[in-house]
């Protein structure tokens, strides 16, 4: 089956601790979008990507990091720059073809702070 | 700019009942339109999306939303409320001029009274 994954499904951060957060996606989409949820604040935008190799930074990039070395993968790094990580992260795609392209989405991951 | 405004965070109605979940758009030129539902701990599910080729749009699960350019508004309707359908739900927009970035409502959380 085509779709995103997205890994672990609840992780743990310490103080000072950098973590990393999987997204994989065998859609062949172009586009690849890293999302912060809130309660009450819908979603806001972190990274996103359009090509191998580049990527731009969203609303709130202060204290996260990506790489995409790779069509199929995203990862989000969220490091002890970001004070307040505890949230739920999304990480979506889509083709990028110029016209109405839905995004899609993974499941999603809780980050919790201990 | 493009920018999406849902009205009511919060939504109940009795099971059998209309659902009726707000959405407007502002946007300079014409744009793609899409619902989102999420359930508890999970990614976000298209339930439709707008086009341009037709104003009514039929979506996943008895949903329906109709594009009114007049007032702006892409509205979110089902004749008839099922359990179910208690969830919270986003309005999006993306278009030509939005640099392929989808552009979120903060969420309307649905509940469905028995």
């Known amino acids: ?114 | 700019a493009q920018s999406v405004t849902q009205l009511g965070s919060h939504v109940s109605v009795s099971e059998g009942a209309l659902v009726l979940l707000r959405c407007n758009y502002s946007s300079s030129v014409p744009p793609y339109l899409f619902w989102y539902v999420q359930y508890p701990n999970q990614g976000l599910q298209l339930l439709l999306k707008y086009t341009s080729a037709a104003t009514l749009v039929k979506g996943i699960n008895g949903f329906e939303a109709e594009f009114k350019k007049s007032e702006t508004s892409f509205h979110l309707t089902k004749p008839s409320a099922h359990m179910s359908d208690a969830a919270e739900y986003f309005c999006a927009v993306s278009g030509l001029n939005t640099g392929n970035q989808f552009y979120f409502g903060t969420g309307t959380s649905l509940t469905v009274i028995p």
């Open chain 1, 1 to 114: 089956d085509g779709g995103i994954t997205q890994s672990p499904k609840y992780l743990f951060r310490k103080e000072g601790q950098n973590v990393t957060l999987s997204c994989e996606q065998n859609l062949n989409h172009d586009a690849m979008y890293w999302y912060r949820q809130d309660p009450g604040q819908g979603l806001r935008l972190i990274y996103y990507s359009q090509i191998v190799n580049d990527f731009q930074k969203g609303d709130i990039a202060e204290g996260y990091s990506v790489s995409r070395e790779k069509k199929e993968s995203f990862p989000l790094t969220v490091t002890s720059a970001q004070k307040n990580p505890t949230a739920f992260y999304l990480c979506a795609s889509r083709r990028l073809a110029g016209g109405p392209e839905t995004q899609y989405f993974g499941p999603g991951t809780r980050l919790l702070v201990l």
